[in-house]
């Protein structure tokens, strides 16, 4: 059952309706779990569900110890010892096909047999998400900043809650535990936001994404013949399917929540308006890297061999670098540990590096391009400076794309060399656009839709708040306007039997 599906909006109104009508609402929390196992069984299957459940119950057994083991010894050992199992789950999951294919490898080189075999197991649904949620409350107890939940149910909806079980965002529990267990009467206009929101996600991913994914194919499946322009627009189009596709997901999960009177936290904002790659960061699967941040990088930065690696350069007489050398080496673990995230590959790896080392290169050279800008006199506080800038940073963004795309270092190397030689490669148009698995309705439809999601990131960028401006229309608009979103998507999304696009990227995660 996937989230764009008939049988997900039959479930969402049977849970709303149980949720609003037939449950008291003192009681309307446990409503909410029951639809999210209700849910995880329908999509995972009972067998994954154990998985769910051994996060939940190792999470509430530490919080509940951690408190009572306050200023005594080993608690330090006991949070460490239930992390490293939830995240010893999660990696068996992501990595163990890739390590054991590395080890076998390895073995045969050395003329040996090879000893270890993939799991052969379906990865548990969401679970990253709910690892990730999960560790993020246990590390808050420990540091403080959290009460245990003492109701072990009531943990269990925080960890299992439907609507972000597979997209995300990734909640804290004080952003989300108390939204959930409040009692709520039903409010028509939270129900018409949250509703809108969520056709707006089914619109990226239906009609955008799963369009674009066509010319991705095209371009880097079977033997990568393809070169210049071709390498350039299909990694263009990659970038732009994997954030329609991605935050396509998140906004139908936010816009349930919000059908439940949940709010949750925003989980992109408009990547591509970036000045900056620390900036793109800061606007991409934001929850994830607000986690990295507060869980990695700052941890890291204040770690015993950081502060010492500082302090000898201090005393060497380099106290800048000392500074910034944590910073430099911190931000590549974080891109790398992001980016592994993904998997235990090295096109993974690479990318990673690509875009820390980027970052770093850009830390060090912005006090010379500014004292650059001011020698030529360049206005930097222009519409023209800022479109460079914007246009510079989906560049490197695309270009970083070729290690994904390509699936491999030296393929990605390749495909970077293919879009150099740009010359004499056709852009689709009309009868062209077949060559990228498109027919020219495709590619008007494409167009016109990522020319409205543009005029939306604009608005947005503006300050509009799109869903309240409608809100304060006429009733007559704002119906015209959902019924031509809702028709839009029918008629132009890509969806039906023996159509497997409606599978979300980040499922797999």
């Given at each position: 059952?996937?989230?764009?599906?008939?049988?997900?909006?039959?479930?969402?109104?049977?849970?709303?309706?149980?949720?609003?009508?037939?449950?008291?609402?003192?009681?309307?929390?446990?409503?909410?779990?029951?639809?999210?196992?209700?849910?995880?069984?329908?999509?995972?299957?009972?067998?994954?569900l154990?998985?769910?459940a051994?996060?939940?119950?190792?999470?509430?057994?530490?919080?509940?110890?951690?408190?009572?083991?306050?200023?005594?010894?080993?608690?330090?050992?006991l949070?460490?010892?239930?992390l490293?199992?939830?995240?010893?789950?999660?990696?068996?999951?992501?990595?163990?096909?890739?390590?054991?294919?590395?080890?076998?490898?390895?073995?045969?080189?050395?003329?040996?047999?090879?000893?270890?075999?993939?799991?052969g197991?379906?990865?548990?649904?969401?679970?990253?998400?709910?690892?990730?949620?999960?560790?993020?409350?246990?590390?808050?107890?420990?540091?403080?900043?959290a009460?245990?939940?003492?109701?072990?149910?009531?943990?269990?909806?925080?960890?299992?809650?439907?609507?972000?079980?597979?997209?995300?965002?990734?909640?804290?529990?004080?952003?989300?535990?108390?939204q959930?267990?409040?009692?709520?009467?039903?409010?028509?206009?939270?129900?018409?936001?949250?509703?809108?929101l969520?056709?707006?996600?089914?619109?990226?991913?239906?009609?955008?994404?799963d369009?674009?994914?066509?010319?991705?194919?095209?371009?880097f499946?079977?033997?990568?013949?393809?070169?210049?322009?071709y390498?350039?627009?299909?990694?263009?189009?990659?970038s732009?399917?994997?954030?329609?596709?991605?935050s396509?997901?998140?906004?139908?999960?936010?816009?349930?929540?919000?059908?439940?009177?949940?709010?949750?936290?925003?989980?992109?904002?408009?990547?591509?308006?970036?000045?900056?790659l620390?900036?793109?960061?800061?606007?991409?699967?934001?929850?994830?890297?607000?986690?990295?941040?507060?869980?990695?990088?700052?941890?890291?930065?204040?770690?015993?061999?950081?502060?010492?690696?500082?302090?000898?350069?201090?005393?060497?007489?380099?106290?800048?670098?000392?500074?910034?050398?944590?910073v430099?080496?911190?931000?590549?673990?974080?891109?790398?540990?992001?980016?592994?995230w993904h998997?235990?590959?090295?096109?993974y790896?690479?990318?990673?590096f690509?875009?820390?080392?980027?970052?770093?290169?850009?830390?060090?050279?912005?006090?010379?391009?500014?004292?650059?800008?001011?020698?030529?006199?360049?206005?930097?506080?222009?519409?023209?400076?800022?479109?460079?800038q914007?246009?510079?940073?989906?560049?490197?963004?695309?270009?970083?794309?070729?290690?994904?795309?390509?699936?491999?270092?030296?393929?990605?190397?390749?495909?970077?060399?293919?879009?150099?030689?740009?010359?004499?490669?056709?852009?689709?148009?009309?009868?062209?656009?077949?060559?990228?698995?498109?027919?020219?309705?495709?590619?008007?439809?494409?167009?016109?839709?990522?020319?409205?999601?543009?005029?939306?990131?604009?608005?947005?960028?503006?300050?509009?708040?799109?869903?309240?401006?409608?809100?304060?229309?006429?009733?007559?608009?704002?119906?015209?306007?959902?019924?031509?979103?809702?028709?839009?998507?029918?008629?132009?999304?890509?969806y039906?039997?023996?159509?497997?696009?409606?599978?979300?990227?980040?499922?797999g995660?």
């Amino acid at each position: 059952m996937t989230i764009t599906s008939l049988a997900y909006i039959a479930f969402v109104a049977a849970a709303a309706i149980a949720y609003y009508l037939l449950t008291p609402r003192r009681f309307q929390w446990a409503t909410l779990l029951v639809a999210s196992l209700a849910f995880y069984l329908l999509a995972g299957g009972v067998g994954l569900l154990g998985y769910v459940a051994f996060t939940t119950t190792t999470v509430y057994a530490c919080a509940r110890l951690l408190v009572r083991a306050k200023g005594k010894p080993g608690r330090k050992a006991l949070i460490a010892a239930t992390l490293a199992g939830n995240f010893g789950v999660l990696a068996f999951f992501k990595w163990w096909g890739t390590a054991a294919a590395a080890a076998n490898a390895v073995l045969g080189a050395l003329g040996a047999a090879p000893l270890l075999a993939p799991h052969g197991l379906i990865l548990p649904l969401g679970i990253s998400f709910y690892t990730f949620q999960a560790a993020g409350y246990l590390i808050d107890v420990y540091r403080g900043s959290a009460e245990p939940e003492r109701n072990y149910a009531r943990l269990a909806l925080f960890v299992s809650f439907f609507p972000q079980l597979v997209q995300g965002p990734i909640s804290r529990h004080s952003q989300l535990a108390g939204q959930l267990y409040m009692a709520r009467a039903f409010d028509y206009g939270r129900f018409r936001m949250g509703c809108q929101l969520a056709l707006w996600g089914a619109f990226k991913k239906l009609v955008v994404a799963d369009r674009l994914i066509l010319a991705v194919d095209a371009v880097f499946g079977g033997s990568y013949g393809h070169k210049g322009a071709y390498v350039v627009i299909g990694l263009a189009a990659s970038s732009l399917q994997i954030y329609a596709d991605f935050s396509g997901g998140v906004d139908i999960a936010r816009g349930v929540a919000q059908i439940f009177g949940v709010t949750m936290p925003e989980n992109f904002r408009r990547p591509f308006f970036a000045v900056s790659l620390p900036e793109y960061w800061r606007r991409w699967h934001i929850t994830l890297q607000n986690w990295w941040r507060d869980y990695v990088y700052y941890p890291l930065a204040l770690s015993r061999p950081i502060s010492r690696l500082a302090s000898s350069l201090r005393r060497k007489g380099y106290p800048a670098l000392g500074k910034a050398a944590s910073v430099y080496l911190c931000v590549n673990v974080v891109r790398v540990v992001n980016a592994m995230w993904h998997g235990a590959s090295p096109k993974y790896l690479a990318y990673g590096f690509y875009h820390g080392i980027l970052i770093v290169l850009g830390m060090v050279a912005a006090p010379y391009l500014k004292r650059l800008a001011s020698a030529l006199r360049v206005n930097v506080g222009c519409h023209s400076w800022k479109a460079f800038q914007m246009v510079r940073t989906f560049a490197l963004v695309v270009i970083g794309r070729s290690f994904l795309c390509a699936d491999g270092f030296l393929a990605g190397l390749g495909a970077m060399g293919r879009a150099a030689a740009f010359a004499g490669a056709p852009i689709p148009i009309g009868d062209g656009a077949a060559a990228y698995g498109l027919s020219a309705m495709d590619v008007r439809i494409l167009a016109a839709s990522l020319a409205l999601m543009l005029a939306v990131g604009v608005a947005q960028e503006r300050g509009v708040k799109v869903r309240e401006w409608l809100g304060r229309q006429n009733m007559a608009f704002q119906w015209a306007v959902t019924l031509a979103a809702m028709l839009a998507t029918l008629i132009w999304g890509r969806y039906g039997y023996g159509h497997s696009g409606a599978d979300f990227v980040y499922m797999g995660f």
